[in-house]
């Protein structure tokens, strides 16, 4: 299913398809702020296992992002952080970033990873926003299979490759090519892990 959404206002009934689809275990493509992500339900277990299969990854070893739809989900999905880091997170979002942070017991077993980490990000992107508000928790995301960025900026396109692996393709306009910007903030302080749409100033410290 291909649904077409305004970047500006998107349409409520749009919106609710997408929830539905999530909360029944489905996986969509949909817009952020950088390039188009594949997403699902972080509590469906079934649809996290799919995602895994499109990519052929593992899911403890998967490089999977929470997409939040601000920092109140913080508290629940990562363990307490300092007052410095929590003020350079405000920061830098919404936007095109990617924070690895340590993972709480609330996040589910198949995603707790040996590393015991999660990829934070909040897209300053309203389509996806909004499809995470209206689910009330976090979407599970990653990146499109394989390596033809191209293919993965028109959503028609991406319909036509995909509509037999995913629920819902949320057409949001074209997408970039440039993936987030991957912090890693795990440590004493924030270390660049990859340089992307986001601007990064190196001498960043949270202390």
Request: charged share 15%.
């Given at each position: 299913m291909l649904l077409h959404l305004h970047p500006e206002n998107p349409q409520p009934r749009n919106i609710l398809t997408i929830k539905n689809v999530l909360s029944k275990g489905g996986i969509i493509i949909y817009p952020t702020d950088t390039i188009y992500g594949l997403g699902c339900d972080i509590f469906q277990h079934k649809a996290i296992e799919r995602i895994c299969r499109i990519k052929n990854i593992d899911p403890?070893?998967?490089?999977?992002s929470f997409v939040c739809y601000d920092l109140s989900d913080l508290s629940r999905y990562t363990k307490s952080i300092s007052t410095p880091m929590y003020r350079m997170l405000k920061h830098y979002l919404p936007g095109p970033y990617t924070f690895i942070l340590p993972a709480s017991k609330e996040v589910p077993k198949i995603l707790q990873s040996k590393k015991n980490t999660i990829g934070l990000r909040i897209p300053d992107n309203l389509i996806a926003r909004?499809?995470?508000?209206?689910?009330?928790?976090?979407?599970?995301?990653?990146?499109?299979?394989?390596?033809?960025v191209e293919e993965y900026t028109d959503p028609e396109l991406m319909h036509d490759n995909f509509e037999k692996l995913v629920d819902v393709v949320a057409d949001g306009g074209i997408g970039g090519m440039v993936p987030s910007t991957v912090i890693d903030c795990t440590g004493d302080e924030p270390v660049?892990?990859?340089?992307?749409?986001?601007?990064?100033?190196?001498?960043?410290?949270?202390?």
């Open positions: 403890q070893k998967a490089q999977l909004t499809i995470v508000k209206e689910l009330g928790h976090p979407i599970l995301s990653t990146t499109l299979p394989g390596t033809m660049l892990i990859r340089q992307g749409a986001g601007e990064w100033e190196t001498n960043v410290t949270i202390s």
